[in-house]
């Protein structure tokens, strides 16, 4: 098993960057597919992006292709989501997500983090 925890969400100007990281502990992160989540207020939790348990491939919502960039450092049990060109749309508690299984299935999760909040101000 293993227990997550996501940090370096805040506020931001629409334009602006952020990077979120989550850190892994109890269980290598090379086991895992990795990927985030967010859930804006209302609204379901929605994939966002995902890479592979060497990090060689990855995949991305529509929303954030070219924006978003999702990186691991397996070293370090720790995985990455660059972020820039924000816009208010990006506005959402954004959760770390792990699984066993491949990273082309988006909808499996096995293990969440507890989520960091992200706002973009316009």
């Known amino acids: 098993q293993v227990q997550l925890v996501e940090s370096g969400g805040g506020l931001v100007q629409a334009g602006g960057s952020l990077r979120l990281s989550c850190a892994a502990s109890?269980?290598?992160?090379?086991?895992?597919?990795m990927g985030w989540r967010r859930q804006a207020p209302g609204k379901e939790r929605d994939f966002v992006a995902a890479?592979?348990?060497?990090?060689?491939?990855?995949s991305y919502a529509d929303s954030v292709k070219g924006r978003f960039t999702i990186s691991r450092d397996n070293a370090k049990n720790t995985v990455y989501l660059q972020m820039n060109s924000l816009k208010p749309e990006d506005t959402a508690v954004y959760y770390c997500?792990?699984?066993?299984?491949?990273?082309?299935?988006?909808?499996?999760?096995?293990?969440w983090g507890q989520g960091t909040q992200v706002t973009v101000s316009s």
């Open positions: 890479i592979s348990r060497g990090g060689s491939a990855t």
């Open positions: 109890g269980r290598s992160l090379s086991s895992y597919v």
């Open positions: 997500a792990a699984h066993e299984g491949s990273v082309r299935d988006i909808s499996r999760v096995d293990y």
